[in-house]
């Protein structure tokens, strides 16, 4: 059992809707192939059982949806990224939300490019994805709003899903979407082999570990960016002449002229661009195809001995420490510059006060010679 994780929650809980309803997603949709009896809870929306498999199409996101998905997906550059404690809470936390606990739960991205939904953390399940043809996630983004499935057996978008009728023998789906700038890019979600009531699962709390992820990415993109930023400015920088105001006996050199020296040998400056396509080398594979996805997956949900990451300490990657030691290069870098700049600033304000007081002397001994002067003609004439 993964140990407890406390993942503190925003206080805004916005409204769920269950099932709900959206424009169809193709107008001339043609009838299922096994229609389903009269217990099965018809689709909200119509569905595109035109093609080779016995379960419905993915429901088709308009093109200008799907273009600013790939878009926005990008820009957040999370595929194929190295596990991460903070969205490994986040999946524990989802699966404990349900009661009794899912035994799978994770958070996922769907690649449109690539046709599958892969999965940042997991729960419970061996997989790192799986086809976007079989994911009950496609339905979510679709709508871009949580979906609460019961029973995946009497649901019309489900039933024939291989993912309920093959060896995993899926019942229950809740899962909210993660949204970035308006846009669906992915999902949180738990499955069960049991069948559910709406009261065993608190959808509000899911909705919040979906904004939790969203902030989460938005700051991740920020920092990227930040990161790209500086790394550019620290590159320039050390290509330029650094003022240098002290002489090797901290003194000042030249009597107020300013020497400066070059840096011989630039700091190296590493891009996270290189980290991220290493990264995306090492992790990127073909998807599996439907039947593959589907036999390989445990009939009796074993947890996966491979956990969640308990602690950064013992399994940090080579990526967050080249991370970490950038940033400190970076922050010595920045810290540096402000001191040189704060020390030309001492150093004027110093020379400025400093002929001020002398021309200050110079008029005192001025004045001090002119009355000396006076008293010795006084005295003179006084003798004489």
Request: proline residues 8%; contains cysteine; hydrophobic residues 35%.
């Amino acid at each position: 059992e993964p140990r407890q994780t406390q993942v503190q929650l925003p206080s805004s809980t916005p409204a769920i809707t269950h099932f709900a309803t959206t424009p169809q997603p193709k107008p001339n949709a043609t009838p299922p192939k096994s229609p389903p009896s009269s217990a099965m809870i018809p689709s909200p929306y119509d569905l595109d059982w035109d093609w080779a498999h016995p379960w419905p199409k993915p429901p088709a996101l308009p093109s200008f949806v799907e273009s600013q998905h790939k878009d926005v997906l990008n820009s957040l550059r999370i595929l194929d990224t190295p596990k991460d404690e903070s969205f490994d809470r986040i999946a524990i936390a989802a699966r404990k939300f349900t009661s009794p606990p899912c035994k799978v739960a994770c958070v996922g991205f769907m690649d449109l490019q690539n046709d599958r939904q892969w999965f940042k953390a997991t729960c419970g399940l061996a997989q790192s994805e799986m086809p976007r043809t079989v994911s009950f996630c496609t339905h979510t983004l679709y709508l871009n709003q949580p979906v609460v499935v019961l029973d995946a057996r009497v649901d019309e978008r489900f039933c024939f899903n291989p993912l309920v009728t093959g060896a995993g023998q899926f019942r229950f789906y809740a899962s909210v979407p993660i949204v970035v700038e308006s846009i669906a890019v992915g999902t949180i979600f738990v499955l069960d082999a049991e069948p559910r009531t709406e009261f065993d699962v608190d959808m509000s709390k899911l909705v919040r570990l979906g904004h939790m992820v969203s902030k989460m990415l938005v700051e991740r993109r920020l920092r990227s960016v930040r990161k790209a930023s500086l790394d550019e400015s620290f590159r320039v920088t050390t290509t330029m002449s650094v003022p240098c105001y002290f002489d090797e006996d901290q003194t000042i050199a030249g009597r107020g002229s300013l020497v400066s020296t070059k840096m011989e040998k630039p700091v190296r400056s590493y891009s996270m661009d290189i980290l991220d396509m290493a990264t995306t080398s090492c992790a990127s594979q073909r998807r599996s195809s439907v039947d593959d996805f589907t036999t390989s997956m445990p009939g009796n949900f074993m947890p996966t001995t491979e956990q969640p990451r308990q602690s950064s300490d013992e399994e940090a990657t080579d990526g967050s420490s080249m991370e970490t030691m950038l940033m400190t290069l970076l922050s010595q870098t920045t810290l540096t510059q402000q001191q040189i700049a704060t020390q030309q600033g001492d150093l004027y304000v110093r020379l400025g006060s400093n002929s001020t007081k002398l021309n200050m002397l110079t008029e005192a001994v001025a004045r001090m010679e002119a009355k000396l002067q006076e008293r010795q003609t006084e005295g003179e004439e006084t003798k004489g």
